[in-house]
């Protein structure tokens, strides 16, 4: 098993990324999924080898990419920022693009709103922010196996 935690849209919010430091030291991956202001290299030169980061719209300059494309104990995952997909309107164009990519699992950012969204042979997770401003802050741990999955997303306190 591998574990994984998702954040996304931290906005520079130093207090609440430091929070997870210690799930970062324990899990096996780290995926941000854009908008980091500087966390996004703080957080790979704090845990380097397990950190993927994707670009999102207010990430100058980008240190990720503008896609990703996985396969994690046989489970593959795209991830995106969600942007350049229209998810703020709905995730049917991201659904689209996931599936052709083979993907079990879509993971992205943008809207601040944390989403689990079971599309059938896609689930689409959203991990929320982690942005100063938000009233509830959020990420997703999710754990794959043997070509399977579990997503929990949790808030912090």
């Known amino acids: 098993m591998k574990s994984i935690i998702v954040l996304s849209d931290t906005h520079g919010n130093r207090a609440e990324i430091e929070k997870l430091y210690p799930l970062f030291s324990e899990c096996d991956y780290i995926i941000h999924l854009g908008d980091t202001s500087s966390d996004g290299a703080r957080i790979r ?24 494309e996985l396969e994690i104990e046989g ?67 999710l754990a794959v196996y043997d070509g399977k999955f579990t997503g929990k997303i949790a808030e912090i306190q």
Do not use: Q
């Open 45 to 68: 030169s704090s845990f380097p080898g397990k950190v993927y980061l994707v670009n999102g719209n207010c990430d100058i300059p980008r240190l990720g990419e503008d896609e990703l």
């Open 75 to 141: 489970v593959k995952i795209f991830a995106c920022h969600g942007d350049k997909f229209g998810v703020k309107r709905g995730t049917a164009e991201l659904e689209a693009k996931a599936r052709a990519a083979g993907a079990k699992v879509a993971l992205f950012g943008h809207t601040h709103d944390a989403i689990e969204k079971d599309a059938g042979d896609l689930t689409l997770f959203n991990p929320g922010t982690l942005s100063r401003y938000a009233a509830i802050k959020s990420y997703l741990y």
